[in-house]
């Protein structure tokens, strides 16, 4: 199993609601990670999760809550979110740092 | 820090051309290089990587070639088919760092 699932594809999500983006690896990787990207732009990194704790956050809003519950899956909680935070969300995981990482479909987030 | 620069797109050929989309970095250290590529509508999917100079990477007829002296690992196909139509990303992680740091994205469009 070399894949990294996201779930859902699309989201549609007003203003004041509370929705979370799943994504779950099966390869064993310790590094998980969290990137947004908008039309026609590279992805940018969020979050990074290694042996599921939190190593990195870029400075993201706090309406953006990450969480590893276990190795293998990694959320995005997602709350008060602005049309601006619309854009594609993409998960990927890596054995380790300095190794290759894998991504997800994404999912394609719409905020209303 | 660590930046990756690639050649402006968009890039517009004919099928059977010739490809070359340039990409340079700036890092310190000994980074790995990626080439990522998105089809429309999708997720990222790593087309070939290099972990050293002149390491050579490939993969579906893409090719490219770490070259420490010009910091540089262009991408390069001989033969482009209509499939290969997507945004390219070139990228670099350093070592013990888990962030991958991404070019700006070129993309190919190949006309029949």
Partial sequence: ?112 | GDSVTQMEGPVTLSEEAFLTINCTYTATGYPSLFWYVQYPGEGLQLLLKATKADDKGSNKGFEATYRKETTSFHLEKGSVQVSDSAVYFCALRNFGNEKLTFGTGTRLTIIP
């Avoid at chain 1, 999500?13 to 979370?20: D, L």
């Avoid at chain 1, 969300?89 to 054995?95: D, G, I, K, V």
């Fill in chain 1, 1 to 112: 199993d070399t894949e990294v699932t996201q779930t859902p594809k699309h989201l549609v999500m007003g203003m004041t609601n509370k929705k979370s983006l799943k994504c779950e690896q099966h390869m064993g990787h310790r590094a998980m990670y969290w990137y947004k990207q908008k039309a026609k732009k590279p992805p940018e990194l969020m979050f990074v999760y290694s042996y599921e704790k939190l190593s990195i956050n870029e400075s993201v809003p706090s309406r953006f809550s990450p969480e590893c519950p276990n190795s293998s899956l990694l959320n995005l909680h997602l709350h008060a979110l602005q049309p601006e935070d619309s854009a594609l969300y993409l998960c990927a995981s890596s054995l380790s740092e300095g190794q290759m990482a894998f991504f997800g479909q994404g999912t394609r987030l719409t905020v209303v």
